[in-house]
């Protein structure tokens, strides 16, 4: 025979046995586990696969004999286990660490696809406690939900314990916290590349100026100048910003005008970003944190989104400020946060 088609045989432990078949016997067993299955389940599952096989054979191949060795496993036998698993054939033998490895790999890929589904989901949820909470400042709506709690024979206390319930601020934090830390592990494990955790250092104060930016260019321009079906899903993208912001309750209108296809005056909602603004820009400074988020304040407010084409000096020295406090001030009121609401 010459060289190149010596035949290779595969490696043995000192029982005998192969390798890649004993790798095969511990995935079968190790599959049945993580599945719950018992080995008749095994067996029903094989045969539903084409491959019909009883409930011994498979006691055979999961327990060694006492001098170590197991059944062996027949080609139409490998194809169907990978079959039943969802695998390739070529995986079926590869040692329990790859298995194991791929099946948290798989998993995660769930997980962060499905994060990613539960954006608009997070959305709604963030938007539905906002009107609820909103519509239950009002005495004459609190006295409806009771009344309508009473008529489904809710008792009044309990009636009264579910309304301060999702008024209380408290309730609010803790729902929306998980969702916080779902979105940051999502985005940190990104297309699953990727699994550096997130920088918390980094993320410990954030600038609410970036996030009224965009939202006061949202309602003065983008919504106006939108037809009205679009709308619902321009706001919903938004609706993180309008959580840490503090301007849900003043959109309130807005959004659910749109969401029944009726346009609405977003001038309210505007005037009280601009109110927001002018709070941060006069509040007397504490550190330099507080200087830029001040000045960049003062800058969305002095420009309105639409920054003269002048050098940056003429603009720095129209605010009289230095250069230096003006472009930091500029990229500190231009940062946003990628992560869920607090």
């Known amino acids: 025979m010459p060289a190149d088609q010596t035949r290779h045989e595969p490696k043995r432990e000192p029982g005998g046995r192969s390798f890649s078949e004993e790798n095969v016997a511990l995935r079968i067993a190790w599959e049945m586990r993580r599945r719950g299955w018992s080995q008749e389940r095994m067996a029903q599952e094989l045969t539903n696969a084409g491959c019909p096989t009883h409930q011994s054979a498979i006691s055979k191949i999961v327990n060694p004999r006492p001098d170590g060795s197991r059944r062996a496993i027949s080609v139409d036998e490998a194809i169907a286990l990978a079959r039943v698993f969802g695998i390739a054939l070529e995986e079926l033998p590869l040692p329990m ?13 769930t997980v962060t696809h499905e ?10 949820f963030l938007l539905a406690w906002a009107r609820l909470r909103h519509r239950l400042t009002h005495q004459d709506s609190r006295t409806a939900y ?3 709690l ?3 024979k809710v008792d009044p206390d309990t009636a009264e314990q579910a309304i301060a319930f999702w008024r209380d601020a408290d309730s609010w934090r803790e729902a929306t916290a998980a969702y916080d830390v779902l979105h940051r592990i999502l985005r940190a494990m990104g297309d699953g590349r990727d699994l550096t955790p997130p920088a ?3 993320r410990r104060r954030h600038s609410v100026v970036a996030d009224l930016v965009r939202l006061r260019d949202l309602f003065a321009t983008k919504i106006p100048g939108s037809p009205v079906r679009v709308v619902p899903d321009l706001i919903y993208h938004a609706t993180e910003l309008l959580v840490r912001a503090g301007i849900q309750e003043a959109a309130i209108g ?3 005008a749109y969401d029944r296809g009726t346009a609405h005056p977003t001038d309210p909602v505007v005037e009280a ?29 002095h420009w309105r989104g639409h920054e003269p084409r002048r050098s940056p000096e003429e603009l720095a020295a129209e605010l009289g ?10 990229r500190f009121g231009g940062m946003t946060r990628e992560i869920g609401a607090r």
């Open 97 to 109: 660490d790859d298995a194991q490895g791929r099946d948290l790999h798989d998993l995660s890929r």
């Open 115 to 124: 994060g990613r589904n539960a954006t608009e989901q997070y959305a709604h």
């Open 146 to 148: 009771e009344g309508f």
């Open 150 to 152: 009473v008529q489904r």
């Open 200 to 202: 918390h250092q980094s």
């Open 254 to 256: 807005v959004i659910d």
């Open 273 to 301: 970003i601009e109110r927001r603004l002018r709070q941060i820009s006069d509040r007397p400074p504490q550190d330099r944190w507080d200087e830029l988020e001040s000045l960049a304040a003062r800058i969305a407010l």
């Open 321 to 330: 400020v230095s250069i230096e406090d003006y472009q930091e001030a500029r």
